[in-house]
């Protein structure tokens, strides 16, 4: 990566590079430490290069979070099935994390770290309150589709949502933490327990059926 | 807290309020930035006074860690009830955790910030370890006696207590990076997936009970 971004390269690529780098240096150590020379660096570029894309570490930090919400979005939108399927839909959002299980784990790592410090940016607070409304959001449409074309079980909708978006946090957050590289299969265990929630499939039939 | 400091106090009690701010100074900012005497200035006494009590910063993390651990099982034994309840048992362990719901944020953060980092001692890698593995084996415990007792469906244990155990991990991280204020609520929602999951009250019966 440090040759390639020495390359004569468009911006949208350079950008894209600067901010993968500035994720990883931002997750691995803490934003507050991190400096926009430290990314540049990791870049192998100069810092007046990446002041040329981003006018301050806080609007790098911002772009950075802004960066893996895309990437997010994008790779369910792959992933989507027809709209008659929102089971489907919601398996989708699963492979995506999955499949995108490193840059997720680092995005989950600093909005901890942004949230538990006392800085505050009111762009990057909504940002974060985006992402997460539209996850809750996804879910809930899904859920509601299933249950009025009677594939799923008449639940709480918004609380069922909720229960699936905390468990995706606690599989991130757990992976990192207790550093038991244990993702795929804990996510297979959601899709165990979607499936108890929505009433498709009970946990102990789940439990005969391993 | 800064005048109780500086007044004669046994060593335990001295330890426990040293402790505490540690714990507090380590979430809200990244224990790498942390010194010594920000934890000393923080408990208006004289960073001499830590060094007597604990030999390095790497010594205060540690024991800042099993001091709250310390404290979660101290908790959960007082709201224990008889061995013949399983389902009151894990209740308690959700209760402590509402209860102690600001020092579990914290350790959650802190935990994760360790884990993030580079930096590895063997015996925070170890008491975090333990943590996590003492509160699987409470909840399989509990799980084994409830299906023995007839009182929980037959479930796969391992599986059960480790959902449990990561949606814990999830309110707490959402809690923290999402800044909605909502644990109780979760961990009662909680409560309902856990009936659930042990056969005891299906989901949607639990939402015509709201």
């Known amino acids: 990566m440090k040759?390639?971004?020495?390359?004569?390269?468009?911006?949208?690529?350079?950008?894209?590079?600067?901010?993968?780098?500035?994720?990883?240096?931002?997750?691995?150590?803490?934003?507050s430490v991190v400096t926009v020379r430290d990314v540049a660096v990791g870049c192998g570029?100069?810092?007046?290069?990446?002041?040329?894309?981003?006018?301050?570490?806080?609007?790098?930090?911002?772009?950075?979070?802004?960066?893996?919400?895309?990437?997010?979005?994008?790779?369910?939108?792959?992933?989507?099935?027809?709209p008659d399927d929102p089971a489907g839909e919601i398996a989708a959002w699963l492979d995506m994390h999955v499949q995108l299980a490193p840059t997720i784990g680092?995005?989950?790592?600093?909005?901890?770290?942004?949230?538990?410090?006392?800085?505050?940016?009111?762009?990057t607070d909504?940002?974060?309150?985006?992402?997460?409304?539209?996850?809750?959001?996804?879910?809930?449409?899904?859920?509601?589709?299933?249950?009025?074309?009677?594939?799923?079980?008449?639940?709480?909708?918004a609380k069922t949502a909720r229960t699936i978006s905390l468990h995706l946090d606690g599989i991130f957050h757990a992976s990192a933490s207790r550093g038991d590289d244990r993702i795929p299969q804990d996510i297979d265990d959601l899709r165990s327990l979607i499936a108890t929630l929505l009433g498709t499939t009970p946990w102990q039939a789940v439990l005969a059926a391993d």
């Open 106 to 123: 680092r995005m989950v790592k600093i909005m901890a770290d942004y949230a538990a410090s006392k800085a505050r940016d009111a762009a």
């Open 45 to 82: 570029i100069n810092a007046a290069l990446i002041y040329y894309y981003f006018e301050s570490k806080d609007h790098l930090f911002r772009q950075t979070i802004g960066h893996v919400v895309e990437t997010l979005v994008a790779g369910h939108q792959a992933r989507r099935t027809g």
């Open 126 to 157: 909504a940002l974060i309150a985006d992402f997460y409304n539209s996850e809750q959001a996804l879910l809930e449409d899904c859920i509601a589709r299933g249950m009025a074309g009677g594939q799923f079980a008449s639940v709480d909708i």
């Open 3 to 31: 040759t390639a971004i020495r390359q004569r390269l468009d911006p949208a690529t350079r950008c894209a590079l600067i901010l993968d780098e500035a994720l990883r240096q931002f997750a691995e150590r803490h934003y």
